[in-house]
């Protein structure tokens, strides 16, 4: 059986090494981060969660975080702009969402891998095919050949240079903020409470942590020279509870600061033996919470191709999995993207109070139209595998 090479040991890289090492295939991880803990929070939708079981690994993520049950939306003033009941939230998605560190994420996946696939402190510089796979090309000037390669190197991908070219990035004219609290949060008010051209998002992390985010237009590359955690304490010291309670609970060493970019999807993410995964494949702004679950259903998805097919070494057949997989996913994934664009530029709009008019007009949206279209994006039911007719497609 030939050795599959993944690139990247983020949430994708990770979830499809184990998905590929529990299905008995050979795998390695090459990384080129030597401390790969990073990140502060991470909600994990229904439909991530059934990738995840489908993996072997879900009831480990469930156990590591906290549940969400209800969906909170306000104004800044603390007024309700949309409220979904537990019971209506988690009947439509099928169970409730969990929220775990990303450093816990990435831990249940790397411990559930053998030990040594994961090798870090090398970077991949140039990628060749060859008559029986591939030959990587390493950052210590050594080369190594494999049956295939998996890029899951994000949204700054070697391997998704490799196959489409240049892929340049561009600022999406909003930063973001992110961090844990050391604050046990009403339950009932997660979700986000929004501002003109400004958004706060809050979820419990467990029973005495919450997770948050925040987003504001902002010149790119704009730091606060007091400090980025003293800046947002002073602009959100008037905003309804519990964001100021959360902000004053919150250690500023846990806290990260990112601008926030956009860059085209990959317009090829399966070439011969070579495939693409996560943001490598397919970057999303995070409004709609899916980036790194898609990360998962990618994995859970990519192996159950490479395993239905039958491959041992030959690549052809790997060849056949990958397209397979991309004209399986390409479909519901472009729509996630392009919707958490669009979202994205609807509550960054100019001037800010078009994007505080506009998020006021959700109330408009029936709520059974609302909770249909959650359905569609993260319930366990919006996560498939592919059956044996999909894959003949390719």
């Not at 775990?100 to 990628?127: F, H, K, M, N, Y």
């Not at 930063?175 to 949060?185: E, K, L």
């Amino acid at each position: 059986m030939g050795q599959i090479a993944v690139i990247g040991a983020g949430i994708a890289g990770l979830a499809t090494a184990v998905a590929l090492q529990r299905r008995g295939h050979i795998v390695t991880v090459i990384e080129e981060r030597t401390d790969t803990a990073s990140g502060a929070g991470i909600s994990i939708w229904p439909n991530a969660l059934a990738a995840l079981d489908q993996i072997g690994l879900g009831n480990e993520v469930r156990a590591a975080g906290g549940q969400v049950t209800a969906g909170a939306l306000r104004r800044r003033d603390g007024a309700w702009l949309r409220h979904t009941s537990a019971q209506v939230l988690v009947t439509a998605l099928g169970e409730p969402l969990v929220v775990v560190r990303r450093s816990a994420l990435t831990g249940i996946l790397a411990d559930a891998l053998a030990p040594g696939t994961v090798q870090c402190g090398l970077a991949v510089t140039e990628l060749a095919d060859t008559a029986v796979g591939v030959r990587i090309q390493l950052s210590d000037s050594t080369t190594r050949d494999v049956a295939a390669v998996i890029g899951a190197d994000g949204t700054h991908s070697v391997v998704a240079r490799h196959l489409n070219g240049t892929l340049p990035d561009r600022y999406a004219g909003y930063t973001s903020w992110r961090g844990v609290a050391t604050f046990a949060m009403d339950a009932h008010l997660a979700g986000e409470t929004l501002g003109a051209g400004v958004e706060v998002g809050h979820v419990p992390l467990g029973p005495d942590r919450t997770y948050w985010f925040a987003t504001e237009r902002a010149p790119e590359g704009r730091t606060m020279p007091e400090g980025e955690l003293a800046y947002l304490r002073t602009k959100f010291a008037r905003w309804a509870n519990p964001i100021p309670a959360i902000l004053a609970a919150t250690d500023p060493d846990d806290v990260l600061h990112h601008d926030l970019y956009d860059r085209a999807p990959a317009r090829c993410w399966a070439r011969g033996p070579v495939v693409l995964v996560g943001d490598a494949a397919h970057p999303m702004r995070p409004h709609l919470g899916q980036g790194g679950c898609q990360g998962l259903e990618d994995a859970a998805i990519l192996a159950s191709l490479v395993d239905d097919a039958g491959v041992a070494d030959q690549p052809d057949d790997l060849a056949t999995s990958f397209a397979r997989f991309e004209a399986f996913r390409r479909p519901r994934v472009t729509r996630l993207v392009r919707e958490s664009e669009l979202i994205g530029k609807v509550m960054n709009m100019r001037p800010a109070f078009l994007s505080a008019a506009a998020a006021g007009a959700t109330v408009l949206v029936p709520e059974a139209l609302l909770t249909r279209h959650l359905t569609r994006v993260g319930a366990r039911s919006a996560f498939r595998l592919p059956t044996h007719r999909d894959a003949q497609r390719v």
